[in-house]
């Protein structure tokens, strides 16, 4: 039995892969902009979000991303930074969310004079305040964009606020023309620091920029992912040999940010249908969901397991594992993970799976659905 909407939206949530500055509620974004005295498109809401989808629904990771200078120029100081940063943990709670890593870059929000730590402050407090009055956990990542000489300096920064609330550094942007190891001091000095890595890799460009996330840069998660079945030999539908690469990824259990609508309309992927998520499910690859710009993409955790469960039949059981999966994989410390989901998680699932729900998998899978890494 699939689980429905109302179901779904009752579950715990973790996400991984959400980008705050492509998270703000569209009423924020039009009060910030007049602010700012920046035009929009329209300063009708409907309208408004309208042009948001349009310009992230192009297929191209490149027009996707023009959507965000909007953004950027509305969040030009404090004030502005710890209310998206408040609001979308409001937000996040709406959705039943439990744990969250919101990412951003800072650079982009200094030309009103902004230092980067008054930059990070600022979001912390608005993350620890929704924390205080939602219950949510969070961790912060620090991100530097392909193309930009702001990698080491953001490394630096990221490691600068570990014990303020950033788990990560993260390298994003679009991949073609800007390899990974282009910015491998950042990486080293990472690794040096026993600090944890995620880079965007494989999503608008093919298995070599996985594999050189992974084995040039110390990658510990891989954001989007989606062409590591480019690794795959494929009969049928059906996976019946693997490269080397893959074979590493689910030997390691590597961990695979899934943004299924992000990944639609970026052109990562042709259809849902053609997504290689059921692929990577089927095979006990450490995958999870995620929603990568809540604004762009119109779009939240409850749609993208909703529209997991109908394009994949998953169950409960499924949806499940999906967020353990993602639980485990988060970058905060390991005792608190196993807090989350031995007195969130798990409880909660037990409770709305119910006696009715068939506990096995739709999609044939080896290790009987069990929720083992």
């Known amino acids: 039995m699939l689980p429905t909407l109302d179901t779904i939206k009752k579950l715990p949530k973790v996400l991984l892969h959400d ?13 910030l902009a007049k602010k700012e005295r920046y035009p929009l498109p329209s300063d009708d809401r409907v309208e408004l979000l309208g042009w948001f989808h349009r310009g992230a629904n192009q297929g191209n990771l490149r027009l996707y991303l023009e959507t965000f200078k909007v953004i950027y120029a509305a969040l030009q100081t404090e004030e502005a930074l710890e209310r998206v940063a408040y609001e979308s943990m409001l937000d996040l709670k709406e959705d039943n969310t439990v744990y969250v890593e919101t990412r951003f870059a800072p650079f982009f929000h200094t030309k009103k004079g902004l230092t980067h730590d008054e930059i990070m402050e600022a979001v912390l407090r ?3 305040q929704g924390s205080r009055e939602t219950g949510i956990s969070f961790g912060l990542i620090v991100c530097t964009m392909r193309g930009t000489e702001w990698a080491v300096p953001m490394a630096e920064l990221a490691v600068k606020y570990r014990e303020k609330g950033a788990v990560a550094f993260d390298l994003a942007g679009d991949e073609a023309g800007y390899p990974a190891k282009k910015y491998i001091d950042a990486f080293h000095y990472c690794q040096r620091e026993n600090f944890n890595i995620t880079i965007h890799a494989g999503e608008a460009f093919g ?18 992912g989606t062409r590591l079945v480019d690794d795959f030999v494929i009969e049928n539908n059906t996976v019946v040999g693997m490269g080397t690469l893959a074979q590493y990824v689910l030997d390691k259990r590597i961990p695979l940010d899934c943004c299924l609508s992000s990944n639609i309309h970026t052109a990562a992927a042709e259809s849902f249908a053609a997504h290689p998520f059921r692929l990577f499910y089927t095979n006990r690859f450490r995958v999870t969901l995620n929603t990568d710009n809540r604004l762009m993409s119109d779009t939240s955790m409850s749609k993208e397991l909703d529209i997991a469960a109908r394009a994949y039949s998953l169950t409960m059981r499924d949806l499940e594992i999906l967020t353990l999966n993602a639980m485990k994989s988060a970058f905060i410390h390991y005792d608190e993970r196993c807090d989350i989901i031995y007195k969130v998680i798990k409880p909660a699932f037990a409770k709305l799976k119910g006696a009715s729900q068939n506990p096995k998998s739709q999609i044939p899978n080896p290790n009987k659905g069990s929720a083992k890494d």
């Open 126 to 128: 608005g993350l620890r």
């Open 19 to 31: 980008h705050l500055d492509g998270g703000l509620r569209i009423d924020t974004v039009i009060e």
């Open 207 to 224: 298995a070599e920029s996985i594999w050189q996330a992974l084995q040039w840069c110390g990658a510990h998660r891989i954001g989007h």
